[in-house]
């Protein structure tokens, strides 16, 4: 599948459906991911919380 993850992280970012990305809307994007990564909240992602992201991430593609 070309695009792929970058393809999805575009249209997650682009909030309004204008076809491009503002600063503002990048920076939402960007933070929204690392809140999503950073499980226990200390504002660190960790290699254990990339890989339980990645795993939950796969478990939820293969769900349908």
């Excluded at 792929?4 to 990048?26: C, H, K, P, W, Y």
Aim: aromatic residues 4%.
């Amino acid at each position: 599948k070309r695009g792929g993850m970058m393809q999805g992280l575009v249209r997650q970012a682009d909030t309004n459906g204008d076809r491009a990305i503002s600063r503002a809307e990048f920076d939402a994007a960007v933070t929204a991911h690392f809140t999503r990564l950073d499980a226990n909240r200390d504002g660190t992602v960790t290699v254990e919380e990339r890989r339980a992201a990645r795993q939950a991430m796969r478990a939820a593609r293969r769900a349908g």
